[in-house]
């Protein structure tokens, strides 16, 4: 069972006043929504922005997002990369690869974007940067071992963004039933008792789980 956990109102008026997308990603929103088997795994255009002013915010030099799907938060996030930065991203799906990797090459970011197909727990340890901004938006029981991975990476400024903490609301659940909505449940428990970070969990679309190392 999914809650509607935003007013779809107060959704749509949000969608109004928000800053709207490049053509790119608006071509990317509308071909994922009519050709992707799963468009409901698209950041889209509010959480976009999201991601976009945060990356302009911190002007990282080098991001990882795991999880690329098509490549529209990729993207988003590219938007504020430093000028000598890098943005690698990691998919394990062969035809959300290739999906992506289209997009990428249309993009004025292709140069700076590195697309890694496979494991994500095999490829971050082969990944030798030390990151500013992470993006984890993968599969949702191996949240915690992606966490874990990525922090001993982390710049001391650096920020991990962990989506869709809010699960549908199925973690709101008295009894939460499905294994991704208990995964979360989990990691989002996990997070807010290590002693090594702090968070703030936003409310936009899915859910969006802020951390940073303590000072």
């Known amino acids: 069972m999914s809650h509607e956990l935003i007013n779809s109102l107060v959704e749509k008026y949000a969608e109004q006043i928000t800053s709207s997308e490049d053509e790119l990603l608006q071509r990317i929103n509308e071909e994922t929504y009519t050709s992707h088997a799963q468009p409901h795994m698209l950041s889209g255009h509010v959480q976009g922005r999201v991601l976009s002013f945060l990356s302009q915010m911190m002007k990282p030099k080098y991001i990882l997002e795991i999880g690329t799907f098509t490549g529209y938060s990729a993207l988003c996030l590219a938007e504020g990369l430093h000028e000598n930065g890098e943005l690698h991203t990691i998919e394990l799906r062969e035809e959300d690869v290739l ?5 990428f090459d249309k993009s004025i970011y292709k140069n700076k974007i590195h697309l890694h197909k496979g494991n994500a727990l095999e490829i971050i ?8 901004l992470v993006f984890i938006d993968a599969d949702k029981r191996n949240y915690i071992n992606y966490y874990e991975l990525v922090l001993e990476q982390l710049n001391d400024d650096g920020i991990i963004l962990a989506d869709n903490v809010l699960f549908h609301g199925q973690i709101l659940e008295e009894k939460i039933k ?13 997070v807010a008792a290590d002693v090594r970070t702090e968070q703030v969990l936003l409310t936009v679309r899915d859910g969006l789980l802020l951390i940073k190392k303590k000072k």
């Open 99 to 103: 999906l992506s990797q289209k997009n």
């Open 125 to 132: 340890p082969t990944l030798k940067h030390k990151w500013d």
């Open 178 to 190: 499905g294994k991704s909505a208990i995964a979360i449940e989990q990691f989002n428990r996990y």
